[in-house]
């Protein structure tokens, strides 16, 4: 099989976006598959026979060339998937895949794997804000110089910098909280024609879409999604929330650095000037900002769809949407790194005039901020 094309030499913080790689979409694609064989086993009354074996398949195994070479031979991967499942099932190959079509594999589980995927992220985002929220705190008194416009402005303080910091990692979780994740099943044209005929049952359509979701902890939409790309222009946007607001941190951290006011305690090595400390992770995470916007921009020119599935539009999505998530995880963790490496530089002859005014209202940023940071994070702790 050929070498990956893509395994990390210039994705310095790609390890962490394996959770949205082509071996976690494929381990979604056959859990689907998967799923669907389930739920038509609970249809058609199967699954309450004596001696019933749920049908199971081995993602490991399926040949990598192979699909590689049915997809593009087909245009998608499902149809040399399938081929290799039924191998997998064997005599009861006849139960893999039924009425179902390419779309509803493919969607299902990239929805799946944006679930994974977002989870991972708001969880180092959750972890980025707590840091912010404690030094917010600390450092609610320290005077900072701020700027508008690149130049020097007017007496704040740092712990009203990181309050702001704050806020807006706390809306990127707010966004993450209200995102459903729905499973897409419709057929061939999105009507469930397939599935009626099949199982000669009318509500057959409804029944499998509600057992395929709850056995992928997905949501059922109570219909067919499939032209209408709402749920994934939904996740989409979800996903550069969390990297432009990653990003905007990382911006300011790399100013803050050129300023000498924060520096990162660990890394930034350079190959020219070794008395040099890059700040690394606000590189990272500025630059990963910056990539979004296009990705994000493919998604939503890709809902403009057609027809029963529109020639183009949806392929175009799959790579954009996947590598949304990966920036995703990647700048969530990198902040999560970022915020608890930072050091407060302490310059020698360097004063801010902030008055008691100044404090006050500096002051008054950061326990707003803490205080809606807390009120978002109070559900979480009772869950645990």
């Not at 669907?36 to 199967?46: H, Q």
């Not at 130049?151 to 990181?162: R, S, V, Y």
């Not at 529109?310 to 970022?338: D, K, N, T, Y």
């Not at 005014?357 to 707003?368: E, I, K, P, Y």
């Amino acid at each position: 099989m050929a070498e990956p094309f893509d395994w990390g030499l210039l994705e310095p913080a790609g390890a962490v976006g394996v959770p949205a790689g082509d071996d976690r979409v494929l381990a979604a694609m056959v859990a689907v598959e998967e799923a669907l064989v389930g739920a038509w086993d609970e249809l058609d009354g199967s699954a309450a026979q004596p001696g019933y074996a749920p049908l199971g398949f081995d993602a490991a195994a399926i040949d990598r060339a192979r699909l590689v070479a049915g997809a593009r031979e087909a245009g998608v991967p499902v149809i040399a998937l399938v081929e290799q499942l039924r191998e997998q099932a064997g005599a009861h190959a006849g139960r893999v895949h039924r009425g179902a079509t390419s779309q509803d594999i493919v969607d299902s589980a990239l929805v799946l794997v944006s679930r994974e995927s977002l989870s991972r992220a708001r969880s180092a985002l959750a972890a980025a804000a707590a840091e912010l929220a404690t030094r917010a705190i600390r450092s609610r008194a320290t005077p900072l110089l701020a700027r508008t416009l690149t130049q020097q402005a007017e007496p704040t303080t740092l712990g009203a910098a990181l309050a702001s910091w704050l806020d807006a990692v706390v809306s990127a979780l707010e966004v993450l909280d209200r995102l459903e994740y729905p499973v897409q099943l419709g057929g061939a044209v999105g009507t469930g024609a397939a599935f009626a005929r099949l199982a000669a049952r009318a509500d057959a359509p409804q029944t499998l879409r509600a057992g395929v979701a709850a056995r992928l902890g997905l949501s059922d939409p109570g219909r067919a999604w499939h032209t209408d790309r709402g749920p994934v222009l939904a996740i989409a946007d979800a996903a550069a929330r969390v990297a432009a607001v990653a990003g905007r941190v990382g911006r300011d951290l790399g100013l803050a650095a050129r300023d000498g006011v924060l520096l990162p305690a660990t890394g930034g090595g350079s190959s020219a000037m070794p008395h040099k400390q890059n700040p690394v992770d606000a590189v990272l995470l500025t630059a990963n900002s910056l990539r979004a916007p296009g990705l994000l921009a493919t998604v939503h020119t890709a809902a403009l769809s057609s027809d029963a599935r529109p020639a183009g539009e949806w392929h175009a999505e799959w790579q954009a949407w996947r590598e949304l998530l990966r920036i995703a995880i990647e700048s969530a963790e990198v902040l999560a790194h970022a915020i608890p490496d930072l050091v407060v530089v302490e310059r020698a002859g360097s004063t801010v005039n902030a008055d008691a005014a100044d404090l006050a209202s500096a002051g008054a940023v950061v326990d707003a901020a803490v205080a809606r940071y807390r009120a978002h994070a109070e559900p979480d702790r009772e869950a645990h």
